[in-house]
């Protein structure tokens, strides 16, 4: 599967901003996904992710304020990020996998998508 990333942008703190990543290939709804995000200087740290069944996991960082989804006809999962703040800066990347969800997981990825939050 190729994953295409797309949203990005800068936004002031506090608003809102929707990344979206489309998938090509069969079979998307088989995918577990998610998104992880890479800030400068910084490793690549684990945002949030969506299992085949639809169950959701966050990194507390986020919790409450970013929402993962996806539309399997249209082979597409969604970023809906909320309340952003300055430390959200960074390139963010989705993620496929068959086998694994989570912070292990990464048998496909997009190609990044910058995000700036400015204060």
């Known amino acids: 599967v190729q994953l295409q990333a797309s949203g990005g942008g800068t936004v002031e703190a506090g608003g809102s901003l929707r990344l979206s990543c489309a998938a090509s290939?069969?079979?998307?709804?088989?995918?577990?996904m998610g998104w992880f995000r890479q800030a400068p200087g910084k490793d690549r740290e684990f945002v949030a992710a969506?299992?085949?069944?639809?169950?959701?996991f966050y990194a507390d960082s986020v919790k409450g304020r970013f929402t993962i989804s996806r539309d399997n006809p249209k082979n597409t999962v969604y970023l809906r990020m909320g309340s952003l703040k300055p430390e959200d800066t960074a390139v963010y990347y989705c993620?496929?996998?068959?086998?694994?969800?989570?912070?292990?997981?990464?048998?496909?990825w997009g190609q990044g998508t910058l995000v700036t939050v400015s204060s």
């Open positions: 969506l299992s085949r069944s639809t169950a959701t």
């Open positions: 290939g069969r079979s998307f709804d088989m995918y577990h």
């Open positions: 993620a496929g996998d068959r086998f694994r969800v989570g912070q292990r997981m990464g048998e496909y």
